[in-house]
Nanobody
Framework: QLQLVESGGGLVQPGGSLRLSCADS????????TAWFRQAPGKEREGVSC????????VYADSVKGRFTISRDNVKGTVHLLMNSLKPEDTAVYYC?????????????????????WGQGTQVTVSS
């Protein structure tokens, strides 16, 4: 059983930055395909970014391309989401998710069903 814990959320002004982190109890997250999703009030959960298990290829939602960067720390076994140039519409609860299957292909931010394990989420609020 994988338990994911997100951290790094908070309140930031528009144009600011935050760095989210995701870790599991065994610090082995870098072995798996990992993704970030978010859910804003009254909206469906949507994919933000992911990093593929096999080769580290990344995918970004169009709404965050050029502003967000996903990375994994192979020493600490953690995954991070650096969010720059934040906008009020980025306000949401951000969730980390992991796919433990040995799927060798590129990750997906569309197919949420691929991910078996989810964290509890961390709140990101962008407001002046």
């Amino acid at each position: 059983q994988l338990q994911l814990v997100e951290s790094g959320g908070g309140l930031v002004q528009p144009g600011g930055s935050l760095r989210l982190s995701c870790a599991d109890s065994g610090f082995t997250l870098h072995y798996y395909t990992t993704a970030w999703f978010r859910q804003a009030p009254g909206k469906e959960r949507e994919g933000v970014s992911c990093v593929s298990r096999a080769d580290g290829r990344t995918v970004y939602a169009d709404s965050v391309k050029g502003r967000f960067t996903i990375s994994r720390d192979n020493v600490k076994g953690t995954v991070h989401l650096l969010m720059n140039s934040l906008k009020p519409e980025d306000t949401a609860v951000y969730y980390c998710a992991a796919d433990l299957t040995p799927y060798p292909g590129i990750c997906s931010v569309v197919d949420q069903g691929r991910y078996q394990y989810w964290g509890q989420g961390t709140q990101v609020t962008v407001s002046s």
